[in-house]
């Protein structure tokens, strides 16, 4: 239909790519996809690549999978869209039956939107408002963490911590509290995993016991700090600060946006440490990677809170669009089937134990600091020095040229950073497993001159 030069011109000529330094852009040759098979993708050359990072971290069952896609054709043709502002619709319902029952136990209320941003813009938004028709007024904060990724809207990158990211917009942010990240391999408060006996948890408790009575909620993705460079918390961290924050009376919002839809081994990663937050954040894995869909679960008792005469507005006065779309609920239900269908979490167990293993060697290369894994999210922390963990000059773009080396080899993947991740689809096959590791390990170790 159109000629592969065509589009390439047309993709450089007027696309603006997110996270993408442009200028570096207009020099490469751009890499067009066209389709996708299971765990592969494949470009206008007909060249195919191992989805290594999942299409940004959604993809679940893999691409062109004929259950997902009659779910949207099927949907489509009966019903494309509806608002959902005082009216109902078919999937929308159905789904928030089945996000409930799946979710942490508490979580009881569902309110749909399109991205992760959105979904903890809304948390936010519910948090701060509960807390003023309650009459506490002086809860105007959030305490969020150091390192932390929640989206790139307003509110989203408020209660952010990459300054990479969030420094230049300071000005335009709310004030929040920031507890360090607890990010042992350098960690801020320059102790050893060995015997910190987790210092950064008193920090934290020592932050909310001078500010709890001006603090909404604490704000965390459980597990791993993903955009940061896949940082994973030491076991206990999380149970932890959750346990910290309702003593103290605060609303705890899980981001599980990244973690969400089995990423890390479980449904939710909050099972893993058996917390059961006020709001859960969800979008990435939510349709499987096929449509944009996000959902904000709480409780009845925030829920409640909002609850009154019509005239006097305790409304939750928010909604977007095509909040609940019913073609994206549709994909996002047989998202779900699928995972029972499937068993891909129990499945998924003995991937990511040979996913453990295939990451050994990956500490004997002479730049590779650290290998971090949590379930099926990897992070490769690449270093000049690994003694001194020295990391490498930003201008020698340590990371953008390893992926350009897998690319290559028919991998894509993205870093973050000098952090090589990995996030294979959950559908992946051991062979393809392997093949994603092999090509990571010999990009690193070519580029690197490991
Ligand atoms: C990706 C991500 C978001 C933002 O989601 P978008 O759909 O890109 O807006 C929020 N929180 C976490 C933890 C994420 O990984």
Redesign the pocket.
């Known amino acids: 239909m159109y000629s592969k030069k065509q589009l390439k011109e047309w993709d450089k000529q007027y696309i603006w790519h997110p996270f993408t330094q442009m200028q570096d852009y207009g020099g490469t040759d751009p890499l067009i996809i066209e389709r996708g098979e299971g765990c592969y993708l494949i470009d206008t050359e007909g060249r195919k690549y191992i989805d290594g990072i999942s299409s940004l971290?959604v993809l679940v069952h893999g691409h062109g999978r004929k259950e997902l896609v009659g779910a949207i054709a099927k949907q489509a043709g009966t019903l494309c869209h509806s608002t959902l502002l005082g009216l109902g619709n078919v999937p929308s319902a159905a789904l928030a039956k089945m996000l409930v029952d799946a979710a942490p136990r508490g979580l009881k209320k569902v309110f749909y939107s399109d991205?992760?941003?959105t979904s903890?813009e809304i948390a936010l938004k519910m948090a701060y408002q509960y807390w003023q028709q309650k009459g506490e007024k002086r809860r105007k904060r959030f305490l969020s963490f150091t390192n932390g990724?929640?989206?790139?809207t307003i509110g989203?990158v408020s209660v952010g911590g990459i300054d990479l990211f969030h420094k230049v917009y300071r000005p335009l942010l709310f004030k929040n509290y920031k507890a360090p990240s607890p990010y042992c391999y350098r960690c801020p408060l320059k102790l050893k995993r060995k015997d910190c006996g987790m210092a950064c948890v008193e920090e934290f408790r020592r932050i909310v016991q001078r500010n709890k009575d001006e603090i909404c909620a604490v704000v965390i993705?459980p597990l791993v700090q993903?955009?940061a460079g896949m940082i994973t918390q030491p076991k206990g961290f999380l149970s932890a600060v959750w346990k910290i924050s309702k003593e103290n009376g605060l609303l705890f919002i899980a981001?599980e946006?990244?973690t969400g839809f089995g990423k890390t081994g479980t449904m939710f990663a909050c099972e893993k440490e058996s917390i059961r937050p006020d709001f859960l954040c969800i979008?990435?894995g939510i349709t499987g990677g096929y449509l944009p869909l996000?959902a904000t679960l709480t409780t009845e008792e925030v829920f409640s809170g909002f609850l009154g005469r019509f005239e006097e507005f305790k409304t939750f006065f928010h909604g977007h669009t095509y909040t609940g779309n019913p073609v994206a609920c549709a994909v996002a239900i047989e998202n779900m089937r699928l995972f029972k269908k499937e068993q891909t979490l129990k499945k998924l167990k003995g991937k990511i134990a040979l996913l453990k293993d295939e990451l050994r060697r990956f500490f004997d290369l002479p730049h590779v600091g650290e290998v971090r894994q949590q379930g099926f999210m990897v992070g490769i922390e690449l270093v000049k020095n690994k003694k001194t963990k020295m990391p490498y000059p930003p201008a020698e773009k340590i990371g953008q040229k390893v992926i350009g080396e897998a690319r290559k080899r028919g991998v894509i993947i993205r870093p973050l950073g000098d952090v090589i991740v990995l996030m294979p689809p959950l559908a992946i096959s051991e062979k393809a497993l392997k093949d994603l590791t092999d090509v990571a390990y010999s990009s690193i170790e070519r580029i690197t001159g490991g």
């Open positions: 971290w991205s992760g941003s903890v990724y929640h989206g790139d989203s993705e993903g955009a981001d946006v990244a979008a990435k996000a």
